[in-house]
Structures are given as C-alpha cells and as structure tokens.
C-alpha cells in the first residue's frame, strides 16, 4: 500500500478517535467533578473534620459507591456503600480475633464473601465487601485506632449519597426521552404493516413482527430507568414535585407495553392472513388507511410525550388523544367494508390495541373502551 494512502487512512482514523474521544470527554465532565468532589470531599472531612491520618478508606469508599455515571442511582450507592462499609468493619472485628497473616487473609476474605452472598444477592455488593475486607486485613492498621476506617467509610459513603441525592439531573428527561422513542418505534411498525397489507407481502409482515418482538428489551431497559428516576424524586428535595408526573409516565408505560404486546399478536395473524391471501381488495385498503392514520396518531402521542413544556405537552396529548379516537371510532368491520372472517379477525384484534394507546394518554379503561363502536 502506498505510504500516501497509509497516511490518509491514519489521519482519518485519528480525526474520528479524536471527534468521538471529545464528544465522550464533554459529556464525562458532571460525573467527573461529582467523583472529585466525593473522592476529595471524603478524604478532606475525615482528615480535617475527624482527625483521621491518612482516611484513605473514605476517599475510596466514596468513589465506588458513587461510580462513573451520568445519573448514579440511590439503590446502587447505598449497596455499595454499605457493601464497602461492611466489609471494612468484618475485616476489622476479625483481625482483632485472628490477627494480621495471609492465612487471617485468606479466612477474613471468604467469610467476607459468605457473609454479602447471604445478605444480598448482589454482584457488586459482594465484590465490595470482600476487597475492603481484604484490603483491611493485608493494610497496617492506623494509629488512630482500627475502626476509624469504618468511620472512614461511612463518611465517603454518605457523601457519595448526599452528591446522588443533591445534583441529579432532571429524573423526567430520560424516561420521557426513551419513552418517546418507543411510541415512534411503535408507529413504524404500524407502517409497516400498512406496507405488507398493500403490497399483499407476507414477509414484509413477519419483518414487522420481528421489530414489534425487538421492543421488549428496550421497555425492560426502561423499567429500571424509571426506577432509578423515581428514586431520584423521591429523595431530592429539588424533584420530589415530579414524583406524580414519572408515576404517570410509569402509567404510560404499561399501556405502551400492552399495546406493543397486541401488536405482535396483530402482526402475527395479519402474516398469517397476507400468507393465504384472505382479504377482498376493497377490506385491504381499509386496513392500510387504518394501520397509516394509527401510526401517525401514534407518533403525535410520541411528540407530545417528548414535549419538555407542560402546556404544549398537554396541547399535544389532546390532539394524539383525538386522533387516536378517531381511529377507534371506525375500527367496525362493517364501516371498514370488511366481509370476510380473516379481516374481521384482523378488526378485532386491532381494537384492544386502540385501547391501550388511549390509555397511554392518560384515559382510563372505560373512557378509552367506549371510543369503540359495539361489535353487533
């Protein structure tokens, strides 16, 4: 290979390094001032506060506990802050027992570990546990006595908490960011299946199933990022006046779910129905206008979810609100010109689907159940 064209790839590999190793630094900035602060704060408090010499066990403690996140959340600090508290202060009442030796190591270290696995099942709590454990009983003990670094521990441990509770970011923003992108998911593969009908294609169908199936990793990942949001509120004196928003958008949600869980039923059948050619012509250009003027209802549901303003949030969910209803309103084999009982099927199986999407804008089940035209 020529030297020029080496030296072309180089320099537009390090160009992209370079852009996305920036683009990394900028957003790392909150949670490394956060880890300074905590890591420093701790080490400060305890040495000048305390008298503590050399409190090295509150600067670690109160990196861990913290980590490197955006948006650390309070159940994972509080375990391994306790996890790192723990383990410090059963490294300390075993020494005095056992003594310093790597044989008092090796016995000190595995019923540390015993000891987190019987007191909870989590990963990090027992990796805490057993090094600070360990760390104890092979370090030399301080002068000021062996259970200050307990004391140490403690302290890094609530700074680190009281930084989690003080400057979270808004615990709104990503459940709503996420669940926005969901509901777009959610029209698209509406379109889609709107495409399959039309071009009378099966696969098309199966692909649309395929998407539909691929949400329900996305919706668990939610799930959690709700909960630490919902932490975040009920412990930040700055949030706590969200607390009914995020559990509306907990609300949300679970309609959401309901309605991707009968679009895979939906799809599922509508491939079935593509496979064996089972609708008139006249019943597949209704279903194709009902699926297209769903999925834009859905994707104004989607818009009015990610709106950040409450007054145009709540402009935008009417609209979705009415859109969706008129949708509802037509979903009757008879007005959609539907003879046959495949299409019929597909009717019906459309009509919870509606539903839930009502519920999602804030509608309970019966108020979204009588947008539905009696089946007769």
């Not at 420093?40 to 040495?47: D, I, R, S």
């Amino acid at each position: 290979m020529h030297v020029s064209e080496v030296w072309r790839r180089s320099s537009r590999f390090l160009r992209v390094r370079s852009r996305v190793g920036l683009a990394r630094t900028r957003k790392s900035v909150v949670p490394a001032v956060q880890m300074t602060i905590c890591g420093v704060g701790g080490y400060a408090f305890a040495e000048l506060v305390l008298g503590h010499q050399g409190p090295i066990f509150a600067a670690t403690a109160g990196l861990v506990s913290l980590g490197f996140s955006r948006e650390p959340r309070v159940r994972r600090v509080l375990e391994v802050g306790v996890g790192c508290t723990l383990g410090i202060l059963v490294g300390e009442l075993l020494i005095l027992v056992l003594g310093h030796g790597l044989w008092q190591a090796a016995i000190i270290l595995f019923v540390s570990i015993m000891l987190a696995r019987f007191l909870d099942r989590g990963v990090v709590f027992t990796t805490q546990l057993g090094l600070q454990s360990l760390l104890v009983v092979l370090l030399p003990v301080p002068q000021s006595g062996p259970f200050t670094r307990s004391i140490d521990a403690v302290v890094g441990g609530v700074i680190a908490l009281l930084i989690t509770m003080v400057v979270p970011r808004d615990p709104r923003t990503e459940p709503r960011a996420e669940l926005s992108a969901l509901l777009r998911e959610q029209a698209q593969i509406l379109r889609e299946s709107a495409s399959a009908v039309e071009d009378t294609d099966a696969t098309g169908a199966w692909h649309a199933l395929v998407r539909a199936r691929g949400t329900q990793s996305t919706i668990d990942a939610m799930r959690v990022t709700l909960s630490g949001s919902t932490e975040i509120a009920s412990l930040a004196p700055a949030y706590r006046r969200h607390r009914d928003e995020l559990a509306g958008l907990g609300d949300a949600l679970s309609a959401v779910d309901l309605a991707l869980r009968n679009s895979r039923v939906f799809v599922r059948r509508l491939a079935s129905v593509l496979n064996n050619a089972a609708l008139s012509e006249s019943g597949a250009e209704s279903i194709v206008a009902v699926l297209r003027d769903l999925g834009d209802a859905v994707d104004s549901l989607a818009a009015a979810v990610g709106e950040r303003r409450s007054d145009g949030r709540d402009r935008l969910i009417r609209r979705a609100r009415y859109e969706l209803g008129d949708v509802a309103t037509r979903m009757h084999p008879r007005l959609l010109h539907i003879q046959h009982l495949e299409g019929e099927t597909l009717v019906v199986l459309l009509r919870p689907l509606i539903v839930d999407l009502l519920e999602s804008t804030g509608l309970s089940h019966e108020d979204a159940r009588d947008f539905l035209p009696d089946l007769d």
